[in-house]
């Protein structure tokens, strides 16, 4: 049986070209970029490369370009570096409702453990947040608002570059989980007047374990390690040069695709949201017609909950997922939801359904054929256990 992925929201198979460009620094290439030695220089003029090309991809300078380990140490490093420099003086942070736990669980820590205020910009039922709305929650001593600028679970793409107009207003710096748009999207850290933006490889066909973080020039932000000159200070550790390497070939094969993939994936999604609720009654999709990720459907069949529904569709040979694969196993309903004011029974029963490059046709026409069986198969059983005891 041939296995079909459709969850390249959670992460994307690794190029072919972008394998190819890391091969020498995994091999002969081996040096580290902190040694003066010839094999430590040639590594470092392979990491400065990369830097400078994906700084140019979104219209930083590489000086604003730190390298890390994903998108959980950015989204910590920013909210963590920016937050507790400005303690006494701004003691106060807004972040999304529907952030990612790397975004929110910080923050909550901040409050618990700091004191610092802590308000959530909350999101309606298709997961957009409104730029009023954070204009009412921003005081001047607001030190950092930090909003996704495309949801990870729905897809809702946020309009960034007002929000950031908005905190700015108010002396505030503004942070963007940039994860899922960074290689999908047109992204320009300038044009949207961002102070920080987190993004990573994984995401865009590139190797797992690297990752960066965009901080304006003149913004400063302290480490969450110590012990070492690499990033200048920001982030220290033996540089993964062959990562950033793999992670600049990325970027760049992602430019060259970015608008036709989201065209035609767009176009397929959107056939399966039709498809889907033509065929299955009681489906509610939660992800937004417009202004999404174009490879995102997120949506509930009532009366089903989701695993049941992923592992019926494992079995057949199609890999979907719940939700965030940073909360797989989570007996709750998703936050994102619960945010959107999904219901309980309706939040548990979510599926996300992410469509990759690789996506043909005939892989939804395939979904499309065995997910309506498996899901009045389901209902069936659940009705026949109602009252049981």
């Known amino acids: 049986m041939d296995r079909l992925y459709l969850d390249h929201n959670a992460t994307t198979p690794t190029a072919p070209e972008v394998v190819d460009a890391m091969l020498p620094y995994l091999g002969t290439n081996f040096g580290n970029a902190g040694s003066v030695h010839s094999f430590g220089r040639d590594a470092k003029v392979a990491l400065e490369t990369a830097r400078e090309e994906i700084a140019s991809l979104v219209n930083a300078d590489p000086s604003e370009i730190y390298f890390t380990s994903g998108g959980t140490e950015s989204d910590n490093i920013a909210v963590y570096g920016t937050t507790l420099r400005l303690a006494k003086r701004r003691p106060h942070l807004i972040v999304g409702a529907a952030e990612h736990h790397a975004v929110l669980e910080p923050a909550e820590h901040l409050q618990k453990k700091h004191g610092l205020e802590l308000d959530l910009l909350p999101v309606d039922r298709q ?185 019926q569709l494992d079995l057949e040979g199609i890999a979907i997922s719940s939700g965030s694969a940073c909360t797989s196993g989570a007996t709750e309903p998703s936050h994102v939801l619960a945010a959107m004011g999904v219901e309980r029974a309706v939040a548990l029963g979510a599926l996300r359904i992410s469509l990759g490059r690789s996506t043909a046709e005939a892989d939804v026409d395939r979904l499309l054929h065995v997910l309506p069986p498996i899901v009045e198969r389901l209902r069936a059983m659940t009705s026949g256990t109602a009252g049981v005891r």
């Open 127 to 311: 997961c957009f947040s409104s730029v009023e709305t954070l204009r009412r929650l921003l005081r001047d001593s607001t030190s950092l608002v930090s909003v996704m600028h495309a949801n990870n679970e729905v897809g809702t793409v946020q309009d960034i570059a007002a929000m950031a107009q908005a905190a700015h207003e108010r002396g505030a710096l503004f942070h963007t989980d940039a994860v899922q748009t960074v290689g999908k999207l047109p992204i320009d850290v300038k044009a949207m007047d961002l102070d920080l933006m987190s993004f990573t490889a994984h995401k865009i066909y590139g190797p797992k374990g690297i990752g960066a973080l965009f901080v304006r020039s003149g913004v400063k932000v302290d480490p969450l390690m110590l012990g070492g000159a690499q990033e200048k200070g920001r982030r220290p550790g033996t540089s993964n040069v062959a990562g950033a390497v793999g992670f600049a070939a990325a970027l760049r094969l992602a430019a060259r695709c970015c608008a036709d993939d989201a065209r035609r994936i767009g176009r397929l999604a959107n056939n399966l949201m039709d498809q889907v609720t033509a065929r299955i009654p009681e489906t509610v999709i939660h992800s937004p017609r417009d202004h999404r990720l174009p490879q995102t459907v997120n949506l509930s069949f009532v009366g089903v909950e989701g695993e049941p529904v992923i592992l």
